[in-house]
């Protein structure tokens, strides 16, 4: 099968077009022919070999149609999505034709969406929506604020949290993004910045903060929120560097809640990909209660071009790669 193998950690050019055997069926494991799959920071993270591990074939996630599946926890010939359980990380991922995923990273997705839209779901909404519902547990009314609100993640977690009735502000770094997230229904748009709980209206009054730009603003995060509030970090758009010196006595509001998601724990105790309502999404998605059309669509032979976009954040939401 052709695929595309990391020959080395660097540039965009380290993602190299070859062949390798297609997976063979292994208990326990699903192989997938795949049919789309969503370009992720991992993959550029673990290209550069910034992160702990990365398998030969890149590729966190996919969508496509089950081969085998010897467990029979899924037919064959299913829709279905995968994603983390090692993929692309400790095991083969998804930039191939296919990839073998354990059945704990498999979900049906039956939908009528096209195999691009259906692609834009699996990572980002897994993450956002546990973000939202179980680290943050957001309900309707409250006030959510979404730092990092254009990329893909931003922009999900943004539909997710407005669909569920709650108020969302917004951040961007540009003005001229205002208006797509107002489109997307964000009540009020700021501009990103470390100090945004100095500026904002109702500091002291958030009910909950998803901050994706990360260590670098989580803790001015933790300061706009109410008593009770919780703030989930879950991106490093504003970099990697971890929080030099901190010292809660002196840099932490008292009673609020820090909390952290890294979707490499779908699929294990504690984290089933079950929880996750997919099929739920794809149908809200499929009904046009929100828009999740990805903001580019590659073919399989442009991988470096879709990572060129990624590393010059004009992704401007989602990018997926079509078979
Ligand atoms: N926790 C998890 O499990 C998990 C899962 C998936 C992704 N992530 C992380 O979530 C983040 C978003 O991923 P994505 O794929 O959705 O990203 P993306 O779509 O490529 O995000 C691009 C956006 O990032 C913003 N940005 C870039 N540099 C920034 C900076 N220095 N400060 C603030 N904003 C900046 C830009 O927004 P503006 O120009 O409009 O400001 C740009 O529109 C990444 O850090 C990724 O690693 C985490």
Redesign the pocket.
Known sequence: MRAIVLEKFGGIDSLVYTEIPKPEPLEGHVVIEIKAFGV???EMHMRRGEWAEAAKVSGIECVGIVKSCPGGEFPVGAKVAALMGGLGRTINGSYAQFTRAPVSNVALIESDLSWAQLAAIP??YA?AWTCLFRNLEIEQGQTVVIR?A?????QAAVNLAVNAGAKVIAT???RE?FAKLEALGASRVEL?APDLSKRIAQAKEIDAVLD???NSTILDSLAMLRRGGRACL?????GLAPIADFNPLLQMSSGVHLTF???FVFGTPGFPLSDVPLQAIAADVAAGRFDATPSRVFSFDEIHEAHRV?EA?A?NGKMVVVH
């Open positions: 992720n920071h991992a990572e980002t993450t990092g254009t990329s893909s993640f931003g961007t770094r540009s993004r990103e994706l730009v990360g879950a991106g490093w758009l504003g998601f890294g979707s990624m954040n992704a």
